[in-house]
């Protein structure tokens, strides 16, 4: 009885405290199209558009640079989405005036599914390379040409600013690195149920399946009919139900190759509290080519 | 497929062209309103007539008819040294006119719609609007196998740096490379002012030390893609061989054909001798020519797997061609010619 109530106050204790490292990272993960419109003379905010170069010519949110998605995730051998060299990523950054201090806010295009989820494995490869305040557009660039808000077809030069990379190398493992955490860790599918269940597949994915034990939290979960991510009750609600509710458990994510699944990841860690979230990197395009790595069903 | 109005009162007040009525370009009858009857003698590329447009832009037009973009001379003379007088003969009449020169484009089809590849085309470029540029629905097209995607990194592997700055076609690819500067060109290897990296890259101005003496060690014996192509790019296996054709990633490193003692980067031509026995071409001086070219290469990086460590080349070779690598069935004979022995270095 007495340990319940201790775990009451500790509860009360972190939520009030959720909201000082919201702040303590001065920007909210995920900012409106308002916010960003009332930001955009503030000198702190880089606005990174990861767009292509022909889409953000034809227009992109005034003040916005351009580092298009390619800069930040290539193919390696059979393998996409992968991490470029991380001196050519330091390279990207600076390049684009991002600094430690900078605040962040990403912006990609919402029209199809595989460009939805550019935005977040932008930011998550940032968070890798040790930048901290990241938030990311909520609906991208269509929610703000949807609220017909100001565009400009300015070419915007970035004043370049040296960056080195703090690597965080927690926050991309390889295949070993969850070959070692089966039955330890929380593997998290973030699929969609049919590609979970083994019943579909992306035609570059070799086969049918998941990772051994996985369960799953599909991306899909995340976004309101309209587009954009549901509230936070709702999401966190969602995390727990697959996940469970310790913010401290080893959570691995992984996807089809390593992008889809960082919207999660996200969430996760930046809005929901979670303190242990990784990103398989080859997830199962990688995963389900190796005829030894264990997979169901 | 498009839907709306392909020209509007907003597209008639923006755009000068439409001080023009729509037969003045396009014929037909507008002075109708039953459809077969106004379309009748409708020209629906009305540029393909260089006259349409010449009526007002005189001196463009007269210089573009000679440029390379219109005369397609490059495919005909790249591969002319391979053929007798009655192949030339042969090939100017049952190949170049029927297919290499359908590839030549007109006016319209940079500054108006997309133009058509193998028969289809994107469509209007805005509307019936009249743009300067657009290269990602332009120039993507006619190069789009090779030379747009490997820019953008969307064949696979790395975008091209220059890319990843901003940069499209036309922030290299001068204005003047399209309409030409009045001469007809054999070849664009006869065009002196085309892009060069040395343009923006002057030698000496590197802040790096170790890759300020790179380059003066290399300079003259290796070309900037040589080192600085980020690695695959598309290498056609069989495009021109009797039954279908296969692309795949590939990069090769080899003498210029055309120096003969430069390295650079490769790209295979695989004509064969058989290639166009169809239209009776035999092709008897078939080994005049290598089945390699040097190739200028869009995917171009600061930092690559050869500036990162000599050994790459030195030791490894990566990517050099070599007598296994070149094609074996049907190649030619120039192939081995290309090939490089680098020494490994002294230490």
């Known amino acids: ?35 960003l419109q ?26 916005a640079v351009n580092v298009f998605y390619g800069s930040w995730a290539i193919k390696k051998g059979d393998l996409l989405n992968e991490l470029p060299p991380i001196d050519d990523l330091a390279d990207v ?87 070692n955490k089966i039955g330890k860790a929380v593997i998290v599918d973030t699929r969609a ?66 992008k889809t699944c960082t919207a999660w990841a996200f969430i996760m860690t930046e809005m929901l509290g979670y303190k242990d979230v990784k990103v398989y990197d080859g997830s199962s395009m990688e995963w389900l080519a190796d005829p030894v790595a264990p997979s169901e069903p | 497929m498009y839907k709306g109005y392909v020209v509007d009162r907003d597209l008639l007040k923006k755009d000068q062209h439409f001080i023009l009525t729509c037969p003045q370009c396009h014929k037909g009858n507008d002075g109708v309103l039953n459809k077969e009857q106004a379309h009748k003698d409708l020209v629906k590329r009305p540029s393909d007539n260089m006259a349409t447009c010449s009526m007002c832009h005189k001196p463009v037009t007269e210089k573009y008819t000679k440029s390379l973009h219109y005369t397609s001379a490059g495919q005909r003379n790249g591969v002319m040294p391979r053929f007798s007088k009655e192949d ?29 590849v193998a028969g289809i085309s994107t469509g209007l470029l805005a509307k019936h609007k009249f743009v300067k540029k657009d290269e990602s629905k332009t120039c993507s097209s006619c190069h789009g196998g090779r030379v747009y995607p490997e820019y953008t990194g969307e064949y696979g592997g790395e975008p091209d740096v220059h890319y990843q700055k901003g940069m499209l076609c036309l922030d290299c690819h001068k ?83 055309r120096d003969k003692k430069t390295l650079t980067t490769l790209r295979l031509i695989p004509t064969k001798k058989s290639t166009f026995h169809k239209a009776g071409i035999k092709m008897e001086n078939f080994d005049a020519l290598p089945n390699y070219w040097d190739s200028a290469v869009h995917n171009i990086k600061k930092r690559t797997a050869r500036t990162r460590s000599c050994d790459s080349c030195h030791v490894a070779k990566a990517g050099f061609l070599n007598k296994e690598m070149v094609i074996k069935e049907g190649g030619s004979k120039a192939n081995e010619g290309l090939i490089y022995d680098l020494k490994p270095i002294n230490k």
């Open chain 1, 1 to 35: 009885m007495r340990n319940v109530r201790w775990l009451k106050v500790i509860m009360v204790i972190i939520a009030l405290l959720l909201p000082l490292t919201a702040m303590a990272r001065g920007i909210d993960p995920l900012v409106s199209t308002d916010w």
């Open chain 1, 38 to 63: 009332n930001n955009l003379e503030n000198t702190k905010v880089v606005i990174v558009d990861v767009r292509k170069v022909e889409d953000y010519k034809a227009g992109h949110i005034p003040g």
């Open chain 1, 93 to 179: 950054i600076g390049s684009a005036g991002i600094g430690k201090d900078s605040l962040v806010v990403i912006v990609g295009k919402t029209d199809k599914v595989p460009d939805q989820f550019d935005m977040t494995r932008v930011a998550w490869t940032l968070k890798y390379l040790g930048v901290q305040n990241v938030a990311i557009l909520n609906g991208g660039q269509n929610q703000w040409v949807k609220e017909k808000k100001a565009l400009s077809q300015d070419m915007v030069k970035a004043k370049a600013k040296p960056f080195t990379a703090e690597v965080n190398k927690n926050l991309f493992v390889d295949k070993a690195f969850v070959l």
């Open chain 1, 193 to 258: 149920p049919a590609f979970y269940e083994g019943k579909e597949k992306l035609a570059f994915v070799p086969k049918l399946g998941r990772i051994k034990g996985a369960v799953n939290l599909p991306v899909g979960q995340l976004y309101t009919p309209e587009g954009l991510y549901k509230d936070k009750a709702a999401l966190a609600a969602l995390a727990g139900k697959a996940a469970g509710n310790d913010l401290n458990k080893e959570l691995l994510l992984y996807c089809d190759t390593g």
């Open chain 2, 88 to 116: 030339l003969k042969n090939f100017d009449e049952k190949v170049f006119e029927k297919s290499c020169r359908s590839c030549h484009a007109s006016c319209g089809d940079c500054h108006v719609k997309s133009p058509a």
């Open chain 2, 175 to 257: 204005k003047i490379e399209f309409h030409g500067d009045g001469k007809a060109y054999a070849s664009k290897n006869q065009v002196k002012d085309r892009p060069s990296c040395r343009n923006c890259h002057k030698p000496g101005s590197e802040k790096n030390p170790a890759a300020k003496i790179s380059h003066q060690m290399h300079a003259d014996k290796v070309t900037c893609y040589g080192c600085h192509s980020a690695g695959e790019y598309r290498q056609c296996y069989s495009c021109h061989a009797a039954t279908g054709s296969r692309s795949k990633p590939g990069f090769i490193l080899g003498l210029n054909p």
